[in-house]
């Protein structure tokens, strides 16, 4: 591979992680669908599911214009306190992940900037999910940042790596991009021309082991010795 120009990095369960010791840092035991808005748990998870693309790619404004959109594809009402006790959950869900990002995360992003190297993010979001990024420790580190919500492209579709690559003016043949591999963003990567790399600190074995045709970095710490200067 050439000189590496640019590392592109995913957000959720690459640089930040909802779980800590296996269980999720904020439960969401108070969500019940059932209660507040007359759907089963399991009915609001494959409404939820169905809006995927259009929840990444900024259809939806919001969380609530997609509780909106659920609750009245069931023909159920949509009361405005439970609308505001999903919302407040939601966020507060959402942002734990960014107060407690741990050194090795900071080591490896330091590394890289003291080598000259452009860093990028690339997430697959919504509003409510990055509303803490700025108070985090991460921004200061990245040359540019694109969500989804707002490009109106998500991975894997090339577009939003080529965007990427555009917006930092570098050749997508010699970056590199980092990811726990969700939304197959590893083979989008690749399609796009960069290098993929599967991270797998964060997630455990029988989940990364289902990936198993990306070069694998189990620790922050690998990927500086993975760069050609």
Not at 6 to 30: Q, W
Not at 149 to 170: F, T
Not at 193 to 201: N, R
Request: hydrophobic share 35%; net charge negative; charged share 30%.
């Amino acid at each position: 591979m050439a000189q590496t120009e640019a590392v592109f990095f995913d957000l959720y369960e690459t640089l930040i992680s909802e779980y800590k010791d296996g269980v999720r840092r904020v439960s969401r035991a108070d969500q019940n669908y059932l209660e507040l808005l007359g759907i089963s748990n399991e009915q609001f998870k494959r409404e939820w599911g169905l809006r995927q693309t259009k929840r990444m790619t900024g259809h939806f404004p919001d969380y609530p214009s997609v509780v909106k959109d659920i609750a009245a594809s069931c023909s159920v009402e949509c009361p405005e306190d439970s609308l505001e006790r999903l919302y407040a959950g939601r966020i507060e869900e959402k942002a734990a992940p960014f107060g407690d990002i741990g050194p090795d995360i900071s080591e490896m992003l330091d590394g890289l900037k003291k080598r000259g190297i452009k860093l990028g993010l690339i997430s697959n979001c919504t509003e409510e999910e990055v509303r803490a990024w700025e108070r985090s420790i991460l921004p200061p580190y990245f040359d540019d940042v694109i969500f989804s919500y707002k490009s109106g492209y998500a991975k894997p579709d090339i577009r939003i790596y080529e965007l990427a690559c555009n917006r930092l003016g570098v050749r997508a043949e010699q970056s590199l991009f980092v990811g726990d591999g969700g939304s197959n963003e590893l083979d989008g990567a690749r399609a796009a021309g960069l290098t993929a790399y599967h991270a797998t600190w964060f997630i455990p074995d029988y989940i990364s082991g289902k990936i198993t045709d990306h070069k694998k970095l189990t620790k922050p710490s690998h990927l500086l010795t993975e760069i050609r200067m």
